[in-house]
Structures are given as C-alpha cells and as structure tokens.
Antibody, heavy 120, light 108 residues
C-alpha cells in the first residue's frame, strides 16, 4: 500500500521560507509517476502548487509568482517543497499527492496533510 | 486557468436519499479529464471518480459520474451515513490543475 507522509515546521515567520518534505513508502518514486504538492485554506480552497518527476523536471502554478521550488531525492524516496517570501496568505494545510501513469491523471494517493501557519 | 464552479454549495439530505452534485468548468475539459474527491473533516481528499465517469478502486457503485465538455455531475444513490462529507471536482487536463470550491452534503 502506497503511503505518503509530509513533514516540516508548522510555523514559519513572514518573509521566510516554508520547507516541507514528503516521504514515499510502499511503492517506487522513480516509476512513471509525478509527485505533487497541493494546499488547502478556507480562503482559497484547494490549490495546486506544483509537480516533480523523478528526473527532476518540475512545473509550478504561475499564481505563486516564481516563489516555489519542488525537488526529488530518489535515494531517500522523498520529494520536497520550498516556498519563499511567505505571507499570512500562505497559511494552509499542505498535502503531497501522487499522479500515476505519466502525468495527466487524478491524485490517487495523498498524504494526511500538515498544517503550516505563517506568523511572527 | 480553467475555473471550476460547483453547485449547490450545501445539500441537506437524509440517509437513503439520492444526491446530485454539479461541476461546471469555464473552459472545455479536454479528454474529460475530470475527477471527483470526497473529503471528511481532518482527512485528505479521497479519489472517487476519474475520467468523468470511471470509479476509483474500492469505490462503491452508488457513486457515479457523468458529463463532458464543461458540465459534469456526481450522483450518489442511497446515501449512507459515511457519505456525508464535502465533495470537490478537479480538472487535470491542463496545468494549472484546478479544483472547485466544493459541495457539502450534510444530514437534514
């Protein structure tokens, strides 16, 4: 059974960098799969952040204004999210998720989510 | 960006009744790459339907999806107590992938 688990600080200071890691178990990270980050807040609902392939190729939501970097570490079966210059608007529950079959597909597995608050 | 809207915002029903949820896209969803998810409080979304009408693994047949182009529907027949939740649609045809705001199905 594939499992995803987010980890990282639950509190980030304004103008700082939000850093989260998703650990993948029960399945490969380097098969024909894309790995995604999605966040959810009462204000914006569910919002797609971006995706990464095991090769390191990544795509991002333009709405995040080039503040996002998603990377993968195959040796650790992990992928990571960095979001810079955070504000209170980045406060949300952050989920990692998987898309099978080469890219354009639904999110079939999700992590449990980790809440992140941006506050001084 | 393909904006998704959902209606109604809230649906109040009793167990055993049927629910019809609507999702409308601002642009055509190519290949009917439209998914539905169920979310309960404190949990991640759970995939129910993909490709507009295909049930995900383990999803009971009281859940069905239909539609094409810009108009899609999720139907739930014979609501069970565990079906009271929030339902989201999502398009994965074109990045940025987008979600609807959700429909809450609650107990009347």
């Amino acid at each position: 059974q594939v499992q995803l688990q987010e980890s990282g600080p639950g509190l980030v200071r304004p103008s700082g960098t939000l850093s989260l890691t998703c650990s993948v178990s029960g399945g490969p990270i380097d098969s024909n799969l894309w790995w995604h980050w999605v966040r959810q807040s009462p204000e914006k609902g569910l919002e797609w952040i971006g995706e990464v392939y095991h090769s390191g190729t990544a795509n991002y939501n333009p709405s995040l204004n080039n503040r996002v970097t998603i990377s993968v570490d195959k040796s650790k079966s992990q992928f990571s999210l960095k979001l810079t210059s955070v504000t209170a608007a980045d406060t949300a529950v952050y989920y990692c998720a998987r898309v099978p079959d080469g890219g354009y597909g639904p999110f079939d597995y999700w992590g449990q989510g980790t809440p992140v608050t941006v506050s001084s | 960006e393909n904006e998704l809207t959902q209606s109604p915002g809230t649906l109040s029903l009793s167990a055993g009744e049927s629910a019809t949820l609507s999702c409308r896209a601002s642009q055509t969803v190519n290949y009917n790459y439209l998914a539905w998810y169920q979310q309960k409080p404190g949990q991640a979304p759970r995939l129910l339907i993909y490709g507009a009408s295909s049930r995900a693994t383990g999803i009971p047949d009281r859940f069905s999806g239909s539609g094409s182009g810009t108009d899609f529907t999720l139907s739930i027949t014979r609501l069970e107590p565990e079906d009271f939740a929030v339902y989201f649609c999502q398009q994965y045809a074109r990045a940025p992938f987008t979600f609807g705001p959700g429909t809450k199905v609650d107990i009347k």
